[in-house]
């Protein structure tokens, strides 16, 4: 498939390498924008724009950057872009903001009221942004660290750092109503 | 504070405690494994990190919310995508209707302006052959009036300026009136 893909693109057949292209990436880019908006409906919106914007700029798409790091890279800026401009309302800095609450509420699938899950969800927030999204991402896509090093644009270990960081922290978090049950 | 409690809070061997996480995930290397499982037999704490690392990773397995694209999601992209091929398209028969439009007020424009033209130079020839014929015909006229032949042609070559003027902006004003040039 990256065979043909690739074939399209070098023959100049933006069309029909668009064509693989979306299928081929399109739900790793919503996982991303998924890790990174915490809204499932924002980050449906967000890919669209992502592929709308890969299918304007792949005339261009020169080979020197691998396809994927490329798509990633486009999806992350129109995320961010998204992020600035919510900025005035809503801040993933303050976990306890009503707008970081309804953020984490909105791509719940599960049970409205399932305290223990409630609970994880608040203790993820407190996070610093870097891991909460590498926490999110790394669930996401069955645990690989490579498909999160891939769309984070970082080092294989950065990527096990930061989540070796956050889950030990989350342990921390949810350790003193244990001890104290005990 | 019992055992479990002491272990807790001390938390797991500080050099193996990325090891232990990496073999939570499966993902420690076949080096390196012997040597973790090893220490781990032998130590509580570490044993007890690994417990909670395996509880909080199914917890958050169990619980991070795994959201699917809606199923039309390619068919709205490519209607979106469909649009903007067809904006490009849109976009030059415009310039087009636009450009044959301005050459085609330009054409207008310059038509107007020859009418203009030719319209006061016929006031003109009018008005001189009116001021000329006055002369002829009645030559005891100027003396009339009390003018010297120099003052009466002078005022017939004014009436005759004014006049194609006066024609000039008339017919310019009517047509650029009706045309909103």
């Known amino acids: 498939m990256d065979g043909t893909l690739q074939g399209h693109l070098a023959a100049g057949r933006h069309g029909r390498a668009f064509d693989l292209i979306v299928p081929e990436f399109r739900d790793r880019v919503f996982r991303l924008a998924v890790s990174m908006l915490k809204d499932r409906a924002a980050a449906e919106d967000a890919t669209q724009e992502t592929f709308v914007r890969v299918w304007k700029a792949l005339p261009g798409f020169d080979g020197r950057a691998a396809l994927g790091t490329w798509i990633y890279a486009i999806a992350r800026n129109t995320c961010l872009m998204e992020l600035r401009r919510r900025r005035p309302t809503v801040s993933f800095d303050d976990p306890d903001s009503h707008e970081a609450q309804a953020a984490a509420a909105s791509i719940a699938t599960g049970p409205a009221s399932d305290p223990e899950r409630d609970n994880l969800l608040r203790l993820l927030e407190t996070l610093p942004a870097n891991q909460q999204q590498a926490v999110r991402l790394f669930y996401l896509e069955d645990r690989s660290y490579d498909a999160v090093a891939a769309a984070l644009d970082m080092p294989l270990g950065t990527v096990k750092n930061l989540l070796f960081r956050a889950r030990k922290r989350l342990m921390e978090l949810a350790r003193p109503a244990e001890v104290e049950a005990a | ?181």
């Open chain 2, 1 to 181: 504070m019992n055992s479990h409690d002491y272990h807790l809070i001390l938390g797991p061997c500080t050099e193996y405690d990325f090891d232990l996480a990496e073999l939570v995930d499966g993902t420690l290397t076949p080096e390196r494994e012997p040597d973790v499982r090893r220490h781990l037999r032998d130590c509580l704490r570490c044993q007890r990190f690994v417990q909670e690392m395996s509880a909080v990773d199914a917890q958050l397995a169990a619980t991070l919310p795994r959201p699917a694209l809606a199923a039309d999601f390619e068919a709205r992209l490519h209607a979106r995508i469909a649009g903007l091929q067809r904006k490009p398209a849109r976009e030059a028969a415009l310039a087009d209707a636009q450009r044959e439009f301005e050459s085609m007020l330009g054409t207008l424009r310059r038509g107007v302006r020859l009418d203009a033209t030719l319209n006061a130079i016929a006031m003109a020839s009018v008005a001189g052959g009116v001021v000329a014929a006055l002369h002829a015909a009645a030559p005891g006229l100027v003396t009339a009036l009390g003018l010297g032949h120099v003052s009466f042609t002078a005022a017939g070559a004014i009436i005759t300026l004014v006049a194609m003027a006066g024609s000039f902006v008339a017919t310019r004003r009517a047509r650029a009136g009706v045309l909103a040039l």
